[in-house]
């Protein structure tokens, strides 16, 4: 993620989707041949930081398109294919696997990944301000030249930012506490999701693999629901406190009304071997 934004800047989007959806390919190639786990673990590693360019460069495609009023429920709605597909993956993976074997799953993942790339060559357009500019200027001068930051955007082409220099914002007082809460909330989110498989094929569950897929259905439409509704708040947020922080306060304290109960309810289900609904309740407040 670290790379791909920077690299998005100074390439522009398009070049970097593309290049991302190759490696996603190749790495899907890697698993699916995987002779062994520590294999299958190195591949699965690459795969996911082929992948994560198209949340990071998504997020910025939002960005050069949608206005600072207008982004919050723009990025919600980009957000719901990501949400959908933790939906569908265990379901589909889970049957997959139980019939085919685990490796059907990553063939299917490369027969999609194949499709997407075929419908982005034509579809998928450059978004970031420079380089459009940049393409628009040698087609058509005039054109180029009456648009109204023409002179602005053209005279600042975009540099290869260090991904290291995203760290320090980290430590700026005004964004350290949301990005305490956030990691502290998605490092608890998956360390309660890695319980989850193995608890729920041991009794007195003994759920199949196709079922528990189904049990991931809870979170990701409670995922669903947050996205949106964090997306207005996050909008609403930013028109009252008009600071570049100021759309994460609503979103954030939604967030942990939602994600705290739903950590104690999945917890102690989870301890006690209580009901499954229990634990499917504590699962939608947790993706939440």
Not at 224 to 233: P, Y
Request: with cysteine; proline share 7%.
């Amino acid at each position: 993620s670290l790379v791909w934004g920077p690299s998005s800047d100074y390439f522009g989007r398009r070049k970097v989707l593309f290049v991302a959806s190759i490696l996603y390919i190749g790495m899907n190639v890697g698993c699916l041949l995987a002779p062994n786990i520590a294999i299958l673990i190195v591949f699965r590693t690459l795969q996911g930081s082929a992948v994560s360019a198209f949340l990071v460069v998504g997020t910025a495609v939002v960005a050069d398109i949608f206005s600072l009023e207008q982004r919050g429920v723009a990025t919600g709605i980009f957000s719901i294919p990501m949400l959908v597909g933790p939906v569908l993956g265990p379901i589909l993976g889970g049957f997959l696997s139980q019939e085919k074997g685990w490796r059907s799953t990553f063939l299917l993942l490369i027969v999609l990944a194949v499709i997407m790339l075929a419908i982005m060559i034509p579809f998928l357009k450059e978004t970031h301000q420079w380089h459009t500019l940049t393409r628009i200027d040698r087609r058509d001068n005039s054109r180029a030249s009456a648009m109204i930051e023409y002179e602005q955007i053209s005279a600042t082409p975009p540099s290869f930012t260090s991904p290291w220099s995203t760290f320090k914002m980290a430590f700026l007082p005004e964004f350290s506490p949301f990005i305490a809460v956030s990691a502290i909330q998605f490092g608890t989110f998956y360390c309660t999701m890695t319980l989850f498989s193995p608890v729920m094929s041991a009794p007195p569950y003994s759920l199949t693999e196709g079922s528990i897929g189904l049990a991931y259905i809870p979170i990701g439409v409670g995922a669903l629901v947050g996205t949106m509704v964090g997306g207005n708040l996050a909008d609403k947020s930013a028109a009252k406190y008009p600071v570049p922080e100021g759309r994460l306060f609503y979103p954030i304290i939604l967030s942990m009304v939602a994600f705290t109960p739903g950590l104690l309810i999945y917890g102690w289900c989870m301890q006690y071997r209580t009901h499954l609904a229990g634990i499917l309740v504590g699962e939608f407040l947790l993706g939440a």
